[in-house]
Protein backbone atom coordinates (compact mmCIF):
# COMPACT_ATOMS: atom_id res chain seq x y z
CA UNK A 1 0.00 0.00 0.00
CA UNK A 2 2.68 2.58 -1.33
CA UNK A 3 1.81 6.29 0.45
CA UNK A 4 -0.46 5.29 3.04
CA UNK A 5 0.07 5.54 6.43
CA UNK A 6 1.64 2.87 8.16
CA UNK A 7 -0.19 0.44 10.60
CA UNK A 8 0.66 0.26 13.93
CA UNK A 9 0.06 -0.34 17.62
CA UNK A 10 1.65 -0.27 20.36
CA UNK A 11 1.21 -1.37 24.12
CA UNK A 12 3.00 -0.28 27.67
CA UNK A 13 5.64 -2.68 28.03
CA UNK A 14 6.44 -1.14 31.12
CA UNK A 15 9.72 -1.00 32.96
CA UNK A 16 12.29 2.26 32.40
CA UNK A 17 13.83 2.59 29.34
CA UNK A 18 16.80 5.79 28.91
CA UNK A 19 17.42 5.89 25.15
CA UNK A 20 14.74 7.10 22.59
CA UNK A 21 12.39 4.66 21.93
CA UNK A 22 12.48 4.31 18.55
CA UNK A 23 13.41 6.30 15.50
CA UNK A 24 11.15 6.39 12.86
CA UNK A 25 8.21 4.35 14.16
CA UNK A 26 5.66 6.70 13.07
CA UNK A 27 6.05 7.74 8.71
CA UNK A 28 3.65 10.09 7.84
CA UNK A 29 3.68 8.56 4.30
CA UNK A 30 5.51 5.15 3.91
CA UNK A 31 8.42 5.05 1.26
CA UNK A 32 7.39 5.23 -2.46
CA UNK A 33 8.97 2.68 -4.84
CA UNK A 34 12.32 3.00 -5.99
CA UNK A 35 14.14 1.88 -9.32
CA UNK A 36 16.64 -0.75 -7.74
CA UNK A 37 20.07 -0.37 -9.34
CA UNK A 38 21.56 -3.85 -9.95
CA UNK A 39 25.80 -4.00 -9.39
CA UNK A 40 27.52 -4.65 -12.25
CA UNK A 41 27.06 -8.69 -13.61
CA UNK A 42 23.11 -8.78 -12.34
CA UNK A 43 20.97 -8.47 -15.51
CA UNK A 44 17.49 -9.60 -15.40
CA UNK A 45 14.66 -9.74 -12.86
CA UNK A 46 15.61 -7.53 -10.45
CA UNK A 47 13.15 -8.63 -7.96
CA UNK A 48 14.68 -11.99 -8.67
CA UNK A 49 18.82 -10.64 -8.08
CA UNK A 50 17.56 -8.73 -4.64
CA UNK A 51 16.04 -11.98 -3.79
CA UNK A 52 19.13 -13.57 -4.50
CA UNK A 53 21.28 -10.83 -3.23
CA UNK A 54 19.96 -10.73 0.20
CA UNK A 55 19.96 -14.63 0.29
CA UNK A 56 23.63 -14.51 0.70
CA UNK A 57 22.68 -13.25 3.97
CA UNK A 58 23.05 -17.01 5.82
CA UNK A 59 20.44 -17.64 8.93
CA UNK A 60 19.18 -19.90 10.79
CA UNK A 61 15.53 -21.46 10.48
CA UNK A 62 12.64 -21.00 12.84
CA UNK A 63 9.34 -22.28 13.25
CA UNK A 64 6.46 -19.81 14.50
CA UNK A 65 4.21 -20.92 16.22
CA UNK A 66 0.82 -19.56 17.66
CA UNK A 67 -2.50 -21.04 19.03
CA UNK A 68 -6.05 -20.21 17.89
CA UNK A 69 -8.31 -21.61 20.17
CA UNK A 70 -7.76 -25.41 20.14
CA UNK A 71 -5.57 -25.35 17.12
CA UNK A 72 -2.21 -25.40 16.57
CA UNK A 73 -0.56 -23.08 12.96
CA UNK A 74 2.78 -23.09 12.05
CA UNK A 75 4.91 -21.37 9.60
CA UNK A 76 8.77 -21.43 8.41
CA UNK A 77 10.66 -18.23 9.09
CA UNK A 78 13.84 -17.29 8.89
CA UNK A 79 13.42 -13.02 9.12
CA UNK A 80 13.84 -13.30 12.85
CA UNK A 81 16.37 -11.40 14.70
CA UNK A 82 17.40 -10.62 18.69
CA UNK A 83 16.53 -6.83 19.11
CA UNK A 84 16.83 -6.24 22.92
CA UNK A 85 18.07 -7.74 26.01
CA UNK A 86 16.72 -5.46 28.53
CA UNK A 87 13.57 -5.57 27.63
CA UNK A 88 13.78 -8.67 26.19
CA UNK A 89 13.05 -8.30 22.43
CA UNK A 90 13.17 -10.21 19.10
CA UNK A 91 11.49 -9.11 15.55
CA UNK A 92 9.82 -11.28 12.88
CA UNK A 93 8.54 -10.19 9.50
CA UNK A 94 5.71 -12.30 8.10
CA UNK A 95 4.69 -11.78 4.41
CA UNK A 96 1.46 -10.27 4.17
CA UNK A 97 0.01 -13.08 2.04
CA UNK A 98 0.47 -15.26 4.69
CA UNK A 99 -1.60 -16.93 7.03
CA UNK A 100 0.20 -16.53 10.35
CA UNK A 101 0.17 -12.33 9.82
CA UNK A 102 -3.44 -12.78 10.35
CA UNK A 103 -3.62 -14.68 13.48
CA UNK A 104 -1.28 -11.96 15.18
CA UNK A 105 -2.47 -9.45 16.99
CA UNK A 106 -1.27 -6.93 19.87
CA UNK A 107 -0.81 -8.96 23.05
CA UNK A 108 -0.80 -12.73 21.12
CA UNK A 109 1.80 -14.72 21.78
CA UNK A 110 4.05 -16.68 19.10
CA UNK A 111 6.67 -19.38 19.71
CA UNK A 112 9.74 -19.53 18.02
CA UNK A 113 11.52 -23.11 17.27
CA UNK A 114 15.11 -22.84 16.05
CA UNK A 115 15.71 -25.92 14.14
CA UNK A 116 18.23 -28.43 14.60
CA UNK A 117 20.34 -29.63 11.81
CA UNK A 118 18.51 -32.97 11.14
CA UNK A 119 14.86 -30.91 10.84
CA UNK A 120 15.09 -30.25 6.96
CA UNK A 121 11.60 -32.10 6.77
CA UNK A 122 9.64 -29.66 9.48
CA UNK A 123 10.57 -26.60 7.74
CA UNK A 124 9.57 -27.91 4.04
CA UNK A 125 6.30 -28.95 6.34
CA UNK A 126 5.80 -25.48 7.95
CA UNK A 127 6.86 -23.72 4.56
CA UNK A 128 3.72 -25.80 2.95
CA UNK A 129 6.64 -27.17 0.53
CA UNK A 130 5.00 -30.54 -0.79
CA UNK A 131 7.08 -33.70 0.35
CA UNK A 132 5.13 -36.88 0.15
CA UNK A 133 5.45 -37.89 3.27
CA UNK A 134 6.22 -34.60 5.76
CA UNK A 135 7.13 -35.65 9.08
CA UNK A 136 4.49 -35.17 11.42
CA UNK A 137 4.92 -32.45 13.75
CA UNK A 138 4.70 -32.46 17.99
CA UNK A 139 4.43 -29.62 19.92
CA UNK A 140 4.43 -28.86 24.15
CA UNK A 141 2.87 -26.35 25.07
CA UNK A 142 4.79 -23.36 27.00
CA UNK A 143 3.05 -20.06 28.47
CA UNK A 144 -0.35 -21.15 26.44
CA UNK A 145 1.93 -21.40 23.29
CA UNK A 146 2.53 -24.39 20.89
CA UNK A 147 6.81 -25.15 20.43
CA UNK A 148 7.88 -27.65 17.77
CA UNK A 149 9.63 -30.71 20.16
CA UNK A 150 13.08 -31.46 19.44
CA UNK A 151 14.38 -28.08 18.27
CA UNK A 152 17.51 -26.84 19.20
CA UNK A 153 16.64 -23.64 21.15
CA UNK A 154 12.57 -21.87 22.23
CA UNK A 155 11.40 -18.81 22.70
CA UNK A 156 7.57 -17.36 23.29
CA UNK A 157 7.09 -13.78 22.74
CA UNK A 158 4.14 -11.80 23.28
CA UNK A 159 3.36 -9.46 20.23
CA UNK A 160 4.02 -5.91 21.56
CA UNK A 161 4.39 -3.74 18.28
CA UNK A 162 4.07 -4.19 14.73
CA UNK A 163 5.17 -1.69 11.71
CA UNK A 164 4.49 -1.41 8.36
CA UNK A 165 7.26 -3.42 6.28
CA UNK A 166 6.22 -3.15 2.21
CA UNK A 167 4.69 -6.16 1.81
CA UNK A 168 5.67 -7.82 4.28
CA UNK A 169 4.53 -7.15 8.31
CA UNK A 170 6.90 -6.73 11.27
CA UNK A 171 6.02 -8.15 14.51
CA UNK A 172 7.84 -7.37 17.50
CA UNK A 173 7.93 -9.51 20.16
CA UNK A 174 8.49 -9.48 23.73
CA UNK A 175 9.87 -12.34 25.15
CA UNK A 176 8.44 -14.32 28.28
CA UNK A 177 10.20 -18.03 27.79
CA UNK A 178 14.12 -18.72 26.76
CA UNK A 179 15.88 -22.08 26.61
CA UNK A 180 17.74 -23.70 24.44
CA UNK A 181 19.81 -27.46 24.46
CA UNK A 182 22.91 -28.98 22.84
CA UNK A 183 23.24 -29.71 18.95
CA UNK A 184 23.83 -27.52 15.53
CA UNK A 185 21.32 -25.52 13.87
CA UNK A 186 19.75 -25.82 10.33
CA UNK A 187 21.31 -22.62 8.66
CA UNK A 188 19.69 -21.16 5.17
CA UNK A 189 21.96 -19.82 2.74
CA UNK A 190 21.15 -18.64 -1.09
CA UNK A 191 17.58 -20.37 -1.01
CA UNK A 192 19.14 -23.72 0.41
CA UNK A 193 19.44 -25.59 3.49
CA UNK A 194 23.12 -25.48 4.93
CA UNK A 195 24.89 -27.11 7.78
CA UNK A 196 27.97 -26.66 10.06
CA UNK A 197 30.24 -29.34 9.84
CA UNK A 198 32.03 -29.15 13.11
CA UNK A 199 33.89 -32.65 12.56
CA UNK A 200 37.26 -32.20 11.14
CA UNK A 201 38.11 -35.61 10.61
CA UNK A 202 39.47 -37.13 7.54
CA UNK A 203 42.32 -39.20 7.60
CA UNK A 204 41.00 -40.40 11.00
CA UNK A 205 38.42 -41.87 9.47
CA UNK A 206 40.20 -44.33 6.82
CA UNK A 207 40.44 -48.00 8.20
CA UNK A 208 43.56 -48.50 10.65
CA UNK A 209 45.39 -50.79 7.80
CA UNK A 210 45.22 -47.94 5.44
CA UNK A 211 46.52 -45.73 7.52
CA UNK A 212 49.41 -46.58 9.22
CA UNK A 213 51.52 -47.05 6.02
CA UNK A 214 50.39 -43.64 5.45
CA UNK A 215 51.87 -42.15 8.77
CA UNK A 216 54.41 -44.59 8.98
CA UNK A 217 56.09 -42.35 5.37
CA UNK A 218 56.40 -39.42 8.57
CA UNK A 219 59.74 -38.17 10.84
CA UNK A 220 58.92 -37.92 14.42
CA UNK A 221 59.49 -34.17 16.18
CA UNK A 222 59.49 -33.05 19.75
CA UNK A 223 57.59 -30.10 21.26
CA UNK A 224 57.99 -29.06 24.42
CA UNK A 225 55.42 -27.47 26.59
CA UNK A 226 54.01 -24.72 25.42
CA UNK A 227 56.06 -24.68 22.26
CA UNK A 228 53.42 -23.49 19.21
CA UNK A 229 53.03 -26.80 16.85
CA UNK A 230 50.49 -24.98 13.74
CA UNK A 231 49.44 -21.23 14.32
CA UNK A 232 46.02 -19.75 12.20
CA UNK A 233 47.07 -19.26 8.70
CA UNK A 234 50.45 -20.67 8.13
CA UNK A 235 50.42 -22.98 5.42
CA UNK A 236 49.13 -26.81 6.12
CA UNK A 237 51.92 -28.13 4.42
CA UNK A 238 52.11 -31.63 6.67
CA UNK A 239 49.73 -33.91 8.80
CA UNK A 240 51.27 -34.69 12.26
CA UNK A 241 49.93 -37.76 14.57
CA UNK A 242 50.05 -37.13 18.28
CA UNK A 243 52.51 -40.20 20.05
CA UNK A 244 52.95 -38.80 23.10
CA UNK A 245 51.42 -36.34 25.39
CA UNK A 246 48.64 -34.03 24.86
CA UNK A 247 47.95 -30.63 22.48
CA UNK A 248 45.81 -27.92 23.13
CA UNK A 249 43.57 -27.20 19.63
CA UNK A 250 41.97 -23.41 19.90
CA UNK A 251 39.98 -21.29 17.34
CA UNK A 252 37.22 -18.76 17.69
CA UNK A 253 34.24 -21.13 19.22
CA UNK A 254 36.60 -23.77 19.98
CA UNK A 255 38.67 -25.44 22.26
CA UNK A 256 39.83 -29.04 22.88
CA UNK A 257 42.70 -31.09 24.03
CA UNK A 258 43.99 -33.88 21.48
CA UNK A 259 46.54 -37.20 22.95
CA UNK A 260 47.85 -40.05 21.47
CA UNK A 261 46.50 -41.71 18.46
CA UNK A 262 44.70 -38.52 17.16
CA UNK A 263 45.56 -36.46 13.86
CA UNK A 264 46.28 -33.11 13.72
CA UNK A 265 45.73 -30.80 10.79
CA UNK A 266 43.89 -33.55 8.51
CA UNK A 267 41.95 -30.46 6.11
CA UNK A 268 44.60 -28.31 5.62
CA UNK A 269 46.75 -30.81 4.54
CA UNK A 270 44.98 -31.44 1.99
CA UNK A 271 44.73 -27.59 1.01
CA UNK A 272 47.54 -26.10 1.79
CA UNK A 273 46.71 -22.77 0.22
CA UNK A 274 44.01 -22.47 2.53
CA UNK A 275 45.99 -22.24 6.12
CA UNK A 276 45.71 -23.25 9.28
CA UNK A 277 42.19 -23.15 11.12
CA UNK A 278 43.16 -23.28 14.79
CA UNK A 279 45.84 -22.38 17.02
CA UNK A 280 47.74 -25.92 18.64
CA UNK A 281 50.44 -26.01 21.54
CA UNK A 282 51.91 -28.71 23.16
CA UNK A 283 50.86 -29.24 26.90
CA UNK A 284 53.90 -30.90 28.46
CA UNK A 285 56.49 -32.81 26.46
CA UNK A 286 54.74 -33.78 23.01
CA UNK A 287 55.84 -36.40 20.54
CA UNK A 288 53.99 -36.05 16.81
CA UNK A 289 54.27 -38.05 13.58
CA UNK A 290 54.83 -35.60 10.96
CA UNK A 291 54.00 -36.51 7.80
CA UNK A 292 54.64 -33.74 4.75
CA UNK A 293 51.66 -33.49 2.22
CA UNK A 294 54.24 -34.78 -0.42
CA UNK A 295 54.70 -37.84 1.24
CA UNK A 296 50.70 -38.11 1.76
CA UNK A 297 50.37 -37.69 -1.75
CA UNK A 298 52.74 -40.42 -2.73
CA UNK A 299 51.59 -42.51 -0.08
CA UNK A 300 48.50 -42.44 -1.76
CA UNK A 301 49.49 -42.83 -5.27
CA UNK A 302 51.14 -46.19 -3.88
CA UNK A 303 48.00 -47.53 -2.45
CA UNK A 304 44.94 -46.19 -4.22
CA UNK A 305 42.83 -47.80 -1.84
CA UNK A 306 43.54 -45.50 0.53
CA UNK A 307 42.79 -42.85 -1.98
CA UNK A 308 39.29 -44.36 -2.73
CA UNK A 309 38.85 -44.25 1.16
CA UNK A 310 39.47 -41.19 1.67
CA UNK A 311 37.00 -39.92 -1.50
CA UNK A 312 34.36 -41.87 0.27
CA UNK A 313 34.52 -39.68 3.52
CA UNK A 314 34.72 -36.94 1.85
CA UNK A 315 32.02 -37.61 -0.11
CA UNK A 316 30.19 -38.50 2.64
CA UNK A 317 30.84 -35.37 4.06
CA UNK A 318 29.43 -33.58 1.22
CA UNK A 319 26.24 -35.36 1.67
CA UNK A 320 26.28 -34.45 5.83
CA UNK A 321 26.01 -30.90 3.99
CA UNK A 322 23.32 -31.71 1.25
P1 LIG B 1 0.17 -22.16 5.45
O1 LIG B 1 0.87 -21.91 4.18
O2 LIG B 1 -1.28 -22.35 5.50
O3 LIG B 1 0.89 -23.18 6.36
C1 LIG B 1 2.23 -23.48 6.24
C2 LIG B 1 2.39 -24.99 6.22
O4 LIG B 1 2.44 -25.44 7.58
C3 LIG B 1 1.27 -25.75 5.54
O5 LIG B 1 1.85 -26.77 4.75
C4 LIG B 1 0.47 -26.32 6.69
O6 LIG B 1 -0.12 -27.56 6.36
C5 LIG B 1 1.54 -26.52 7.74
N1 LIG B 1 0.99 -26.43 9.10
C6 LIG B 1 0.50 -25.33 9.70
N2 LIG B 1 0.11 -25.63 10.95
C7 LIG B 1 0.35 -26.95 11.15
C8 LIG B 1 0.17 -27.86 12.24
N3 LIG B 1 -0.41 -27.49 13.37
N4 LIG B 1 0.58 -29.13 12.09
C9 LIG B 1 1.15 -29.54 10.95
N5 LIG B 1 1.34 -28.74 9.87
C10 LIG B 1 0.93 -27.46 9.97
N6 LIG B 1 7.76 -16.40 4.96
C11 LIG B 1 7.68 -15.23 5.64
O7 LIG B 1 6.68 -14.54 5.58
N7 LIG B 1 8.72 -14.82 6.43
C12 LIG B 1 9.88 -15.52 6.55
O8 LIG B 1 10.78 -15.13 7.28
C13 LIG B 1 9.98 -16.73 5.83
N8 LIG B 1 11.10 -17.47 5.90
C14 LIG B 1 11.19 -18.67 5.26
C15 LIG B 1 12.36 -19.43 5.39
C16 LIG B 1 12.46 -20.66 4.78
C17 LIG B 1 13.72 -21.45 4.95
C18 LIG B 1 11.38 -21.14 4.01
C19 LIG B 1 11.49 -22.48 3.36
C20 LIG B 1 10.21 -20.41 3.86
C21 LIG B 1 10.10 -19.16 4.48
N9 LIG B 1 8.94 -18.37 4.39
C22 LIG B 1 8.87 -17.17 5.04
C23 LIG B 1 7.79 -18.82 3.60
C24 LIG B 1 6.69 -19.37 4.50
O9 LIG B 1 7.17 -20.40 5.34
C25 LIG B 1 5.55 -19.95 3.65
O10 LIG B 1 5.10 -18.97 2.76
C26 LIG B 1 4.42 -20.46 4.51
O11 LIG B 1 3.60 -21.33 3.74
C27 LIG B 1 3.52 -19.38 5.05
O12 LIG B 1 2.65 -19.95 5.98
P2 LIG B 1 1.17 -19.49 6.24
O13 LIG B 1 1.12 -18.82 7.57
O14 LIG B 1 0.64 -18.73 5.06
O15 LIG B 1 0.39 -20.84 6.40
Redesign the pocket.
Known sequence: MEGSRPQEFEVDIGGAISAPEAFGASFDVAPTAEALELGEGLEGDPALAFRRTLGMFA?G??V??TRVGE??????????MSVSLQPPLVL????R???????LHQGTRFGVSVLEARQTGL???????AAEE?P??A?EVVHET?LVEGALAHLVAQVVRSYWGGD?SLFLGQVEFARYGEGRPLL?HGGR?ERLVSDPRVFSLLPRELLEPIVALGEEREYADGEPIMRIGEPGRELLLVLEGTVRVERPGLSLTLGPGELIGEIEVLDPGGGRIADIHAVGRVRCQAVSRDALLAALEADPRAAVALIEVLAARFRETA
Open positions: TVTLTQVHGMTANAFISIDRARMGALSDRFAGRPEAFPHFY
